[in-house]
C-alpha cells in the first residue's frame, strides 16, 4: 500500500503534542524469568520485567505518552487494544508503523476519550510475542463516575507454554490462587480480560461464587440495566473484557473461578481469585447454562439498530482448510475463502454508516476484533438483540453463527479486522478497513522485517 501524491499519509493523523492533562509511562520489553508459584518458573518477554506488564491507570480526555524500550532480540510494537485513538499510534507493524527494532526507542501518543477496561500487548508476531509475555492492562477511568465501587481490580487470563509442551493457565501472576482485600458490604468492581491465544478456539468460561454479580460493562461500555446474576459462567473469547459488580457478603468471601479448558464442563479450583478472607469452596457448582449477551439488560435508545440506513454494507465468511499461506503449507483461516494479504479490503468513507455481516461457516470459535472504532451489535443469527445495547470492539462469533455489526467511519485511516485467537490471524484471517484518500509508507513482509498479526 504505497503512498500516493493524492493520498494522505496515515503518519499525519497525530495527537496532540501537549495537553493540560497527560500522562506519561515507560515500558521497557526485557526477558525475565516470571514465577507463578507451586515452583512453576517460566522464562518469558515481559514489560518491565513483570507479567502481566504494568496496569497503566489514566482518566478520560488525558493525552498519554508512552516511552518503549526495546531490550529485546526482536522487534516489537504496542497495540493499544480496544481505544479509538489517531491511526498513527495504533502499534501494527506494516501498518502503522515499522516494528520497534532492538535498542530502540519509540514513543506512543495518543488521547484517551472513551472510559472503560482494556489492554495493550504486541502486533508484530502476536502469536509469538502476545502469548510469550508481551501485554498488559488500560483502565481509562471517566471523568464522571457511573457505577460505584468501593474496590476496583483488574485481573488478566492468559496460556503459557512451557518448554515441555505443557500449558499453564494463569491469572495475574499465578497458577493458583490470587488473594484480594475487602470488607464486608464494600462494593467490588472485578475487570476480567482475556489475554490467552485459547489454543482450543473455545471460550474460557469464568464465574463468581458467593455472591450474586451483574455484568455492568463488555469491552470497556457500560450496559443498560444489567440484572443480577446467580454463578453464572461467562464465555470470555481472546482479547474481550467483562466488568462485574458486586457486593462482599456480611460473611465469608467472594471468589471467581474457571472452568477446566479440556472440556468447559466443570469448574476448577486453580487458577482462582479470593476476595476478603476465606478460601475457594470445597464444593464447586455445575456449569450451567452460558451468559447470552443478546438478551441481558433492558433495551435502550441506540444511534444504530438493525433498522438503520446503512450507507455501505459487507459480508465475510469465516472458515479453514488446508493451503498456503506466507509461504507456509498447513492449515489457514481464511476470510471470504483467502488468506492475508489476498483477503481484500474493506473500503469506507468518513462519515458512513458501515455494516458488516459476520458469518462463521466453521467449527470454530472466532473472536473478531476492528480495530480503531466501537461498533454496535446489531443482531446475531439474523435476530436483533433483545437486552441492553451492546457496544464492543471484539466479538466471539461460535460455530455455525453469525453476527451483524455496525459503526459510524469516524476515526480515518488504515484500520485492521482480524480473528484475535493469535494463531488463526498468524495463519491468513486478517483483512484491512481502509478509508478513502489515506495511505502508508510502511511495508509488511520479510524485506521490511514487519509482520503485523
Known amino acids: 500500500m504505497p503512498a500516493g501524491a493524492s493520498t494522505i499519509p496515515i503518519t499525519n493523523l497525530k495527537a496532540p503534542a501537549t495537553s493540560a492533562h497527560m500522562k ?69 507493524a506494516g501498518v502503522t508503523q515499522d516494528a520497534i527494532k532492538p535498542g530502540q526507542t519509540y514513543v506512543y501518543r495518543f488521547v484517551t476519550n472513551d472510559p472503560g477496561t482494556y489492554w495493550y500487548h504486541s502486533h508484530q ?34 496460556e503459557w507454554n512451557t518448554d515441555n509442551n505443557q500449558t499453564v493457565f494463569t491469572l495475574n ?14 462494593w467490588v468492581r472485578l475487570r476480567i480480560a482475556e489475554t490467552s491465544n485459547t489454543a482450543s478456539t473455545a471460550p474460557h468460561l469464568v464465574t463468581l461464587l458467593g455472591a450474586p454479580f451483574k455484568v455492568v460493562s463488555l469491552d470497556g461500555h457500560d450496559l443498560n440495566a444489567p440484572q443480577w446474576l446467580h ?16 457486593q462482599m ?7 471467581l473461578v474457571t472452568a477446566e479448558e479440556k472440556d468447559n464442563l466443570h469448574y476448577q479450583r486453580y487458577p482462582s481469585i479470593v476476595i476478603g478472607q476465606g478460601s475457594v469452596p470445597a464444593q464447586l457448582p455445575p456449569v450451567t447454562s452460558w451468559f447470552d449477551m443478546t438478551t441481558y439488560g433492558q433495551p435502550a435508545h441506540s444511534a444504530i439498530t438493525a ?7 459487507y459480508s465475510i465468511a469465516l472458515n479453514n482448510m488446508m493451503g498456503t499461506s506466507l509461504g507456509r503449507t498447513g492449515m489457514t483461516y481464511t476470510m471470504n475463502g483467502k488468506v492475508f494479504p489476498n483477503t481484500g479490503m474493506i473500503m469506507v468513507k468518513e462519515g458512513q ?14 473472536p473478531m476484533h476492528l480495530h480503531g472504532h466501537t461498533f454496535t451489535v446489531i443482531a446475531h443469527n439474523g435476530q436483533p438483540l433483545k437486552g441492553s445495547p451492546v457496544y464492543l470492539d471484539t466479538v466471539l462469533v461460535p460455530p455455525h453463527s453469525s453476527y451483524d455489526i455496525a459503526f459510524v467511519a469516524n476515526n480515518p485511516g488504515i484500520w485492521m479486522i482480524h480473528c484475535h485467537n493469535f494463531v488463526h490471524a498468524n495463519w491468513g484471517m486478517d483483512m484491512m478497513l481502509m478509508y478513502d484518500n489515506y495511505s502508508t509508507p510502511f511495508n509488511v513482509g520479510t524485506q521490511s522485517g514487519n509482520f503485523p498479526d
Open 231 to 246: 454463578e453464572t459462567p461467562l464465555p470470555i473469547g481472546t482479547a474481550q473484557r467483562y466488568d462485574l459488580l458486586f
Open 353 to 366: 454508516l458501515v455494516r458488516i455481516h459476520l458469518d462463521n461457516q466453521s467449527a470454530l470459535y472466532h
Open 24 to 92: 506519561q509511562f515507560t515500558l521497557t520489553a526485557e526477558n525475565a524469568t516470571v514465577s507463578f508459584g507451586s515452583g512453576i518458573n517460566i522464562p518469558s518477554w515481559t514489560f518491565n520485567g513483570v507479567e502481566p506488564g504494568p496496569t497503566l491507570r489514566v482518566q478520560q480526555g488525558d493525552l498519554v505518552v508512552v516511552n518503549v524500550v526495546n531490550h529485546l532480540s526482536f522487534g516489537i510494537t504496542i497495540h493499544w487494544h480496544g481505544i479509538n485513538i489517531v491511526n498513527s499510534a495504533d502499534g501494527v
Open 173 to 186: 501472576n499465578t497458577a493458583q490462587t490470587l488473594n484480594e482485600a475487602a470488607r464486608p458490604g464494600q
Open 307 to 313: 433498522q438503520s440506513h446503512f450507507d455501505t454494507s
Open 125 to 158: 508476531l502476536a502469536d509469538e510475542e502476545t502469548t510469550g509475555g508481551l501485554f498488559g492492562m488500560l483502565i481509562v477511568d471517566p471523568k464522571t463516575p457511573t457505577i460505584h465501587a468501593d474496590v476496583d481490580y483488574s485481573v488478566a487470563l492468559h
Open 249 to 255: 457478603p456480611a460473611q465469608g468471601s467472594v471468589s
